[in-house]
């Protein structure tokens, strides 16, 4: 499904869940054009999950995380000293996904009923809990899909204790990004890296 990625209606991006056994879950149904509920969606039998449309695919694996947007594959680790924590790429499941749009509503005020509803971006990501003997992480990535713009990768983490870290970016098992990433004990600390 994300190889080949169309989206099933005029909308430029739609989710799509994909199923170990090969079946899949879209938005909205490739025939009917109905819409399907978000909350259907088997998060036991995922192997992947994101977004297709414009020809272009964002996505993740499960086991791993693992980002897969427009053919490049993006990890990350949090690095404080000489220990690496991989926040992207544990062999766990990252299965409490996330998917919304921003939208916007525009107007004429001088014009009674002239409003109608935009859709500004599309986003995909997940949350998961990391767990590092004695230090344990509350971690977030969405990738964020702007129409006019760049995609991002927002990176969010919550620490257990105080950590003076960086966060290091892959792109294709590459080293992109090296951003200084220091955490508060239970303050969360966030990273919106533009995809480049």
């Known amino acids: 499904m994300f190889l080949n990625p169309k989206a099933p209606t005029r909308q430029p991006f739609s989710w799509v869940a994909e199923y170990i056994n090969g079946t899949y879950l879209s938005e909205f149904d490739y025939v009917t054009k109905q819409e399907n509920n978000f909350y259907d969606i088997d998060r036991n039998s995922l192997v992947r999950f994101g977004l297709v449309g414009d020809g272009v695919s964002a996505y993740f694996e499960v086991l791993g995380g693992i980002f897969k947007i427009a053919g490049q594959m993006i990890t990350a680790k949090y690095v404080v000293g000489d220990t690496a924590y991989p926040i992207i790429g544990r062999p766990i499941l990252y299965n409490d996904i996330i998917t919304y749009k921003d939208a916007e509503f525009l107007f004429d005020p001088k014009v009674a009923g002239s409003g109608y509803n935009v859709i500004t971006q599309f986003n995909v990501g997940y ?34 204790v105080d950590l003076d870290g960086k966060l290091v970016i892959y792109r294709n098992n590459r080293e992109v990004g090296v951003i200084d990433a220091p955490l508060k004990k239970e303050v969360g600390g966030s990273i919106n890296w533009e995809l480049r």
Do not use: T, W
């Open 127 to 160: 949350k998961v809990k990391l767990d590092f003997d004695d230090v344990k992480l509350n971690f977030r990535a969405i990738c964020q899909i702007p129409l006019q713009q760049r995609a991002r990768i927002e990176f969010r983490l919550v620490s257990n």
